[in-house]
């Protein structure tokens, strides 16, 4: 999803991955208030901080990706892959935790 970003944005489509992006959301909303409508206060949690934090890493990473070296100043490209490539893994790790955290919390409710 990060590299399609790049590409609508280079052919003025960023609204298609806008839409993907508001349909995951609304998804993991879905899913989080188990399939029950619920107010965003009842689905927001201390789970959702790791998610919060990956979000700020992808927005980084995404940033130096469609800026390019400008957005890194005189370093140039070199600078660029070391900030974005480590900034797009800790996106995962900070989603995947989330991911531990909120199935934990399922199975402990369910018992």
Do not use: K
């Not at 349909?23 to 206060?41: D, H, L, N, P, Y």
Request: proline share 5%.
């Amino acid at each position: 999803l990060h590299d399609t970003l790049n590409v609508a944005v280079e052919y003025g489509v960023f609204w298609i991955p806008a839409v993907v992006l508001l349909g995951g959301a609304t998804a993991a909303a879905w899913w989080i208030s188990g399939g029950e409508a619920a107010a965003a206060r009842e689905m927001l949690s201390w789970r959702l901080a790791p998610a919060a934090v990956g979000a700020g890493f992808m927005a980084l990473a995404q940033r130096t990706d469609i800026d390019g070296p400008e957005s890194v100043g005189p370093g140039g490209r070199l600078l660029n892959t070391l900030l974005e490539e480590p900034c797009e893994l800790a996106a995962i790790i900070c989603l995947n935790a989330t991911l531990v955290l909120e199935v934990t919390h399922r199975l402990r409710a369910r018992r």
